[in-house]
């Protein structure tokens, strides 16, 4: 059974960082891609980024190209959204999503399992 588990959500000032937490179990996920997804009040699930556990290689919606940052820790099982200069229209619940393929997409529904998600509120 796999699971995902998003943390390190919360309120922070425009301008401001936070990094998310997503701590993978239940596979090895070794041939996994990883994604982050994110969805605002009214509004549809939105690509954030995404990186192939085993390629490295890594993804980004251009709305946050050069201040958010995907990466992996092998030994964790953990993946993590480092996002820095946030904005207010980050706001979002963020959401972590595996992919049982080694390719990255930024399709959601490319994407076998989910977390509950952590909410990020940025106040301007």
């Known amino acids: 059974q796999v699971q995902l588990v998003e943390s390190g959500g919360g309120l922070v000032q425009a301008g401001g960082s936070l990094r998310l937490s997503c701590a993978a179990s239940?596979?090895?996920?070794?041939?996994?891609?990883m994604g982050w997804f994110r969805q605002a009040p009214g509004q549809e699930r939105e690509f954030v980024a995404a990186?192939?556990?085993?390629?490295?290689?890594?993804v980004y919606a251009d709305s946050v190209k050069r201040r958010f940052t995907i990466s992996r820790d092998n030994a964790k099982n953990t993946v993590y959204l480092q996002m820095s200069s946030l904005k207010p229209e980050d706001t979002a619940d963020y959401y972590c999503?595996?992919?049982?393929?080694?390719?990255?997409?930024?399709?959601?529904?490319?994407?076998?399992?989910w977390g509950q998600g952590t909410q990020v509120t940025v106040s301007s």
């Open positions: 239940g596979r090895t996920f070794s041939t996994y891609a």
């Open positions: 999503a595996a992919r049982a393929r080694p390719y990255t997409s930024s399709r959601h529904y490319d994407y076998d399992y």
């Open positions: 990186m192939s556990w085993s390629l490295g290689n890594t």
